[in-house]
């Protein structure tokens, strides 16, 4: 089965383009791009319109609630509202209940996602038992039952001996480790980011030097033990430095950050809507311009929507108490459009962050828009306006900061393996 999509804008993050052609599709693998991309034997045609096409976002950080929290996301309702948002590659997190620690829970995972999701699904594991930071899992057989890295999530490994073995043992099966930089005891109890604004709240707050000190605290046991690592959401400029000399003195180490924290800020807590409360907490504009040009340069690596889903009742409490996180996947994509659309950000940097960095850090021949690379893709209308209603998102949980606000950019299919999996109404 052969498709030419014609009359598309193509956008190459590699190549770090955008060109208008044709893109031809072979067995789900992209044979042709651009003039090389002959119609002559096509069996399907799809004119793109002059829309943009490009590489399925690759998202890593997703949460799943099953086991144990199903009523608040399957792999189904990920799967689909993945889709719907152009996110072809979907790469979860282990903070399930019971945590993903065992090679048979990730097995079940693996075999329950293949079933029911219409995207690529890829399981990270826990790094230590239970997410406690006391003990290491069994890296080896959690690795070979398709483990795509190791991370605790927001659950600091606190004894640095136990960090510094489970990245010593890591670098020894080639392992990637993810973290999340913070201060546990600074961060302990905060639901805003210190400063004036969260004192005239009267909410509890972390000073951003707790990510600095986390992230340095971790760079140093990186440099110890020479592990693959990567800081899963970095979101203040206090940290920035640290990052940059690591990657300057070759260690392997890479970044991400989240959509929320590079299109929202503090000032958004202000009337106490707890669908803003994230985790780490929003930061200072500063921050936030200051995260935009980390992305734009590189020294972040990836953009993530860091999909988070909460029932009702855990929400619906006072802000302090109510819990952290929003989804995200079918609203990444609108999001960034808000940063191409302030001239912040270019397509092909955006695509850079959301689809070829992570394949690449994760070993995945995705992400491109280039012959022999996997037929995963979107299109999209970058122009779209539409008003955010978060009771049509396809995710059971609603929970997203968006709700009611005037966005950009709506998804008109996404293809994996060349098959089309989601197709605009």
Not at 90 to 107: F, G, H, I, K, W
Not at 120 to 143: C, H, I, P, S, Y
Request: proline content about 6%; aromatic content about 6%; overall charge neutral.
């Amino acid at each position: 089965m052969k498709t030419l999509l014609t009359n598309a804008r193509l956008i190459d993050p590699e190549a770090g383009t955008e060109t208008t052609g044709s893109l031809l599709i072979e067995d789900g693998i992209i044979t042709a791009v651009g003039s090389e991309a002959d119609p002559h034997g096509a069996d399907k045609q799809i004119d793109c319109q002059g829309k943009c096409l490009a590489p399925g976002i690759i998202d890593i950080g997703v949460k799943i609630g099953e086991p144990g929290e199903r009523h608040k996301e399957s792999y189904r309702t990920a799967g689909l509202a993945a889709a719907a948002g152009g996110v072809t590659t979907m790469v979860t997190r282990p903070d399930t209940t019971p945590a993903m620690d065992t090679p048979e829970a990730l097995s079940f995972a693996n075999r329950r996602a293949s079933e029911v999701a219409p995207v690529n699904v890829l399981q990270m594991a826990a790094l230590t038992k239970g997410r406690d930071g006391r003990e290491m899992v069994e890296m080896g057989f959690m690795k070979d039952a398709g483990a795509v890295g190791f991370t605790d999530c927001d659950h600091v490994i606190r004894d640095p001996k136990v960090f510094s073995r489970a990245l010593t043992y890591a670098r020894s099966l080639n392992a990637l480790v993810m973290a999340h930089p913070q201060e546990p005891d600074l961060s302990k109890g905060a639901a805003v980011t210190s400063g004036k604004f969260a004192s005239l709240r009267g909410l509890p707050g972390v000073s951003p030097m707790a990510e600095r000190m986390g992230l340095e605290r971790d760079l140093a046991l990186v440099e110890m033990s020479k592990a693959r690592y990567h800081a899963d959401c970095l979101s203040t400029s206090a940290a920035l430095p640290a990052l940059k000399r690591a990657k300057e003195a070759g260690l392997d180490v890479t970044a991400g950050t989240s959509i929320h924290h590079l299109t929202l800020n503090e000032f958004d807590v202000d009337d106490y809507r707890t669908f803003f409360k994230l985790k780490p907490p929003l930061r200072s504009e500063d921050d936030r311009k200051a995260m935009i040009a980390a992305v734009a340069s590189g020294l972040i690596d990836t953009l993530s929507s860091f999909h988070t889903p909460q029932d009702e009742e855990s929400k619906r409490l006072p802000y302090e108490e109510a819990a952290s996180g929003a989804v995200g996947l079918e609203t990444l994509l609108p999001a960034a459009m808000r940063l191409y659309h302030s001239g912040d950000l270019t397509l092909p940097q955006l695509w850079r962050a959301m689809s070829l960095a992570p394949a690449r850090r994760l070993g995945l021949a995705a992400g491109r828009l280039t012959a022999g690379a996997p037929a995963d893709l979107v299109l999209f209308d970058p122009d779209a306006p539409f008003v955010m209603d978060r009771f049509r998102l396809r995710s059971k949980s609603k929970n997203t900061p968006y709700d009611g606000a005037r966005m950009q950019g709506k998804v008109l299919m996404s293809f994996v393996a060349g098959q089309p999996v989601f197709q605009k109404d």
